[in-house]
């Protein structure tokens, strides 16, 4: 298993294309991720107050339409 120290290196010795590559990588990676505790804070309830929120705004009239 390489350090991170390693890692940075090796990165930075990257051709530019292979570094945009792996960035592309990470960058789905981390939306992948965030998707996946997003979707099980949803299943949880952790964010109902978010939808409990929403329908007291609207009921305020305070809500815009998309």
């Known amino acids: 298993m ?7 290196s090796a990165i930075e010795s990257l ?3 292979e570094y945009m ?3 592309t990588w990470i960058h789905e990676r981390d939306w992948k991720e ?4 997003l979707e099980n ?3 949880s309830g952790r ?3 978010l939808v ?4 007291e705004e609207k009921k ?4 815009k339409e998309l």
């Open 2 to 8: 390489s350090t991170v120290k390693e890692i940075q």
């Open 34 to 37: 965030w998707d996946r505790h």
């Open 52 to 55: 409990k929120e929403a329908k």
């Open 21 to 23: 590559h792996l960035l």
């Open 41 to 43: 804070d949803a299943a």
């Open 15 to 17: 051709p530019h294309k």
């Open 60 to 63: 305020k009239g305070k809500l």
């Open 47 to 49: 964010l109902d107050f």
